[in-house]
């Protein structure tokens, strides 16, 4: 089934909501004037009533109403919609007068007297609606007589059906109206959408360039254009990162695949002595282990750039990861004569083993560039905020311009010596994506020729305990 368009559904909503708010108020219309003719009726009614009362209090009997009723029928006479019957007050007194065509005396036994003012309303034979008053009201003389005055309210009716009829004709036309302008609106205000539509049909993996224009947007579609932007920034980024590090991969993996090849080549080339086929076999070796731990590398930043990484997250000291790694490190250093020098500890959330590994990788790097009888020194500090464990070592140090990309992947700022030495290029990358798994980030400083720093700044844990421990002793290795 088809499903139907945005703008149609709003346009019939908006259609639908008008002609409801239109039928609604004519409805009101309807009972506020109804309303306002009933109490125009009643007031009218009223206000004749103490006409009449005062004309009767004039000092006229009951006689003088049948004989000299001048003074009453003045106020009656001129309106042919109203009808005076005054009686006496007993039950079987004659009728003394009545003004008007229409017979007002069966009414006398439905209205109920007092001295209060009541109303009635009836239909008479024609099926027109009468309004009629009735009270008793007292002659000089002392004596009460019955008067019913009725309003014919002909008029009002014929009013009431002129807007009913006109209303019923004008409803069609203001509902089409509002659907002609409901339709007119919802397109005018979709239109930044259809927009959209048309830059996102134009991206593709090929060209991430296009960008949503934020002029003349409304407030919350100029939100989604401008989230939508960010998302095709990131994106294009990301791609971009994809695409150099496809190139900078196939570039790495091309090396020691094409010395696979040319050693395989040349030794198979012609007979040889078994000496010269072992050695070209350890060289295979060598270039299929450096091979291996491309892959291997590979394999770890994926799993740890996946969310579900962070499902073993725990309680990790520190201090104690660094002593461990510094432990696995002695020989070398001691190799090299460097002394290794561990101080302060703090307590993190996180995976014990990539912390490790982090470490293992600064240590390394630090190990291998630090000049013989040389400190390699590890401080962890805790701040307001963070807690950073830096390793820091002497030695020629690195070029302020090489700083920004040394977490890069494949970046190396002496790449004939790091492939010498059998490195890959990814072992700060993979650092700083342990860090940006733990909510934290690497750092690394340097002074050419003097010294050179990297740190692990990790966030404070929730839960840390707000008293500081005192900082444990320095721990060194030689």
């Known amino acids: 089934m088809r499903t139907s368009s945005l703008s149609m559904r709003l346009g019939l909503t908006v259609s639908l909501m008008g002609a409801g708010l239109v039928v609604l108020l004519a409805t009101l219309a309807y009972l506020a004037l109804t309303h306002e003719l009933e109490k125009l009726a009643r007031k009218g009614l009223e206000n004749k009533m103490e006409q009449l009362e005062h004309s009767l209090g004039q000092g006229l009997k009951p006689h003088d109403i ?33 003004v008007g065509a229409k017979p007002q005396q069966p009414l006398l036994l439905d209205v109920p007297a007092g001295k209060t003012l009541a109303y009635l309303n009836s239909v008479d034979l024609r099926g027109n609606r009468i309004l009629s008053a009735s009270r008793l009201m007292p002659l000089r003389s002392g004596e009460n007589v019955r008067v ?48 959209f539509s048309r830059v996102a049909a134009q991206v593709s993996t090929q060209d991430l360039t296009h960008r949503l224009s934020l002029n003349n947007l409304p407030k919350e579609l100029g939100e989604l254009a401008q989230g939508i932007n960010f998302m095709l920034h990131r994106l294009d980024a990301g791609v971009q990162q994809l695409s150099q590090f496809s190139d900078d991969l196939a570039h790495e993996l091309r090396a020691p695949l094409t010395n696979l090849m040319g050693k395989a080549q040349v030794t198979l080339s012609r007979e040889r002595p078994s000496e010269d086929y072992k050695a070209g076999l350890e060289s295979c070796t060598e270039e299929m282990e450096r091979l291996s731990r491309i892959v291997s ?23 104690e990861e660094a002593q461990r790694v510094m432990e696995l490190f002695a020989l070398s250093a001691e190799d090299k004569h460097v002394t290794l020098s561990l101080s302060g500890d703090a307590w993190v959330t996180g995976d014990r083993l990539m912390i490790q590994r982090a470490i293992s990788n600064l240590l390394s790097n630090a190990i291998r560039h630090t ?11 805790t701040y307001d ?9 002497p030695g020629r140090g690195i070029e302020a311009h090489h700083l920004p990309h040394l977490f890069e992947r494949f970046y190396r700022a002496d790449s004939s010596r790091t492939r010498a030495e059998g490195g890959t290029g990814l072992g700060l990358a993979i650092v700083q994506s342990i860090m ?6 690497a750092d690394v400083s340097s002074q050419p020729g003097r010294f050179t ?7 404070l ?15 060194s290795a030689t």
């Open 66 to 98: 049948a004989t000299r009723p001048h003074s009453l029928l003045d106020l009656v006479m001129g309106h042919d919609n109203i009808y005076l019957t005054i009686i006496g007050a007993f039950p079987d007194a004659p009728v003394l007068l009545s």
């Open 148 to 195: 019913l005055l009725s309003l014919d309210r002909t008029d009002d009716e014929a009013l009431l059906s002129a807007y009913l009829r006109s209303t019923v004709i004008a409803l069609p036309m203001l509902l089409i109206l509002i659907g002609m302008g409901a339709w007119w609106l919802v397109q005018r205000g979709l239109a930044p959408l259809q927009h």
């Open 297 to 319: 590398d590979m394999l770890f930043l994926a799993q740890v750039s996946h969310p579900a990484a962070r499902a073993g997250f725990g309680a990790v000291s520190l201090g």
């Open 371 to 381: 000049p013989e009888a040389s400190t390699v020194l590890l401080l962890v500090e």
């Open 385 to 393: 905020q963070s807690v950073s464990l830096s390793v820091g070592n």
């Open 436 to 441: 940006h798994l733990h909510q934290g980030h």
């Open 453 to 459: 720093r990297f740190s692990l700044v990790f966030p």
């Open 461 to 475: 844990p929730a839960d840390a305990p707000s008293d500081t421990e005192p900082a444990a002793p320095a721990r």
